[in-house]
C-alpha cells in the first residue's frame, strides 16, 4: 500500500480519509505547500487520483530525500541496506555509539542524505524529526529492538507516485502561489498549539508563529479568489477559527488520534479543524469551468 515513508510529527495519516472525502473528485495539479510525511499526497496517488503534482516544505534535508527517493531509489536502498546491517547486527547496547556518529556525518545533498535521514528516523526517539536553531538534527537514539529500516518495497512504490510531482523548498507563500484555477491545495501548516507546553513546531530552523498563521489565512484567501480549491488542517484552536470563519469557508471540527507525543500521554482523539473553500463561489465557477 502506498504510505508515507517517513514517521513524521504532525503526520496526517489518520486524518487521510476525512480530508479525500473533502477533496475535489478531479483537479488539475495537486499542491502540498508543508508536505512532511506528505500522508494526503501518498492517499491521493493510493486512489490514483493524482495526475500532477507540486510538493513543497521548507525543510531542505527532507526535500532533497523526496527528490532521490523519486530520481534514484535503488541507491538509497543500497546504503539504507548497509546501515541497517551494520546497526542491527550490533549488540542491542552498542546501537546508540553507531547512530551517534552517523548522525554526525550528514552527507551534503543525493542519495547518501536521503538514506542519512531515513536511518535516522527509524532509529531515532519517537521518530521525530526536529533541529536546533542552526538547523542540526538532534533527536537522541531510540533504542527499538527491532526497527525496520529497509522496506525496499515502500521506497519503490513511493517513487513511483513522486514521478508525476515537482519537489521544492521555498516557504508556503511562494509554494501557494503555483495553483491555478481549477488546482487543489492541502495546507497542514505546523501546529498553532493548544498550550504553551504543546509547541513542538521545530521542524526547520525557522519558527512558526501567529503571524505566520495570519500570512497563511490571507494565501488561503488569496487561493479562493483566484478559483484553486483548497482544505486546510489545524489545532482547534480559537485564534485559527477566528482567523477562518464568518469567510464563506466550512470550518469543521473532526477527531484523530494523536501519533506523536513525548510524554506519552494525551493520545485520546483531540478535535482538529479542517477549513474548506470548496463552497466559495469562485472555486464553484472555476471548477464548473477550467478544462483540468
Ligand atoms: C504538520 S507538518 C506536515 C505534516 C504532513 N501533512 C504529514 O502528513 O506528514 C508541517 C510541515 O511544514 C513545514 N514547514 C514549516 N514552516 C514552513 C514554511 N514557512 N513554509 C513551508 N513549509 C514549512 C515543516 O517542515 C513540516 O514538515
Known amino acids: 500500500m502506498t504510505a508515507p515513508i517517513v514517521k513524521w510529527a504532525g503526520g496526517k495519516g489518520k ?50 530525500t523526496y527528490r532521490a527517493v523519486r530520481d534514484a531509489p535503488n541507491l538509497i536502498i543500497e546504503e ?7 546497526y542491527l547486527s550490533r549488540p542491542h547496547e552498542d546501537r546508540a555509539a553507531l547512530y551517534y556518529q552517523v548522525r554526525a556525518a550528514k552527507p551534503h545533498v543525493g542519495p547518501a542524505l536521503a538514506a542519512w535521514l531515513l536511518f535516522l528516523n527509524k532509529t531515532c526517539y519517537n521518530g ?45 507563500g511562494d509554494a501557494c502561489k503555483r495553483a491555478q484555477p481549477g488546482d487543489f491545495v492541502y495546507l497542514d501548516p505546523p501546529y498553532q498549539p493548544l498550550t504553551s507546553t504543546a509547541n513542538f513546531t521545530s521542524y526547520t530552523s525557522v519558527e512558526f508563529g501567529e503571524d505566520e498563521q495570519i500570512r497563511l489565512r490571507d494565501e488561503f484567501e488569496a487561493l479562493t479568489t483566484r478559483g484553486a480549491a483548497a482544505i486546510l488542517s489545524n489545532s482547534s484552536h480559537r485564534l485559527i477559527s477566528d482567523l477562518y470563519e464568518g469567510r464563506g469557508y466550512s470550518v469543521e471540527e473532526v477527531f484523530m488520534a494523536r501519533a506523536i507525543n513525548s510524554a506519552g500521554q494525551g493520545r485520546s482523539p483531540v478535535p482538529e479543524l479542517l477549513i474548506s473553500n470548496l463552497s466559495r463561489p469562485e472555486v464553484i465557477q472555476a471548477f464548473s469551468s477550467s478544462p483540468k
Open 15 to 64: 486524518l487521510v480519509p476525512a480530508i479525500l472525502a473533502r477533496a475535489p473528485q478531479v483537479f488539475g495539479t495537486f499542491h502540498e505547500p508543508f508536505l512532511g510525511g506528505g500522508a494526503v499526497f501518498f492517499g491521493l496517488c493510493r486512489e490514483g487520483r493524482l495526475h500532477r503534482a507540486c510538493l513543497n516544505d521548507l525543510n531542505p534535508d527532507l526535500v532533497d
Open 80 to 86: 539504507l541496506q548497509q546501515l541497517s546491517n551494520c
Open 128 to 172: 521525530l524529526f526536529r533541529v536546533n536553531r542552526r538547523g542540526e538534527f538532534n533527536v537522541p537514539h531510540g533504542d527499538y529492538v527491532n526497527p525496520r529500516i529497509l522496506d525496499r518495497d515502500a521506497l519503490l512504490r513511493a517513487s513511483r507516485c513522486l514521478q508525476r510531482a515537482e519537489i521544492v523548498s521555498e516557504d508556503f
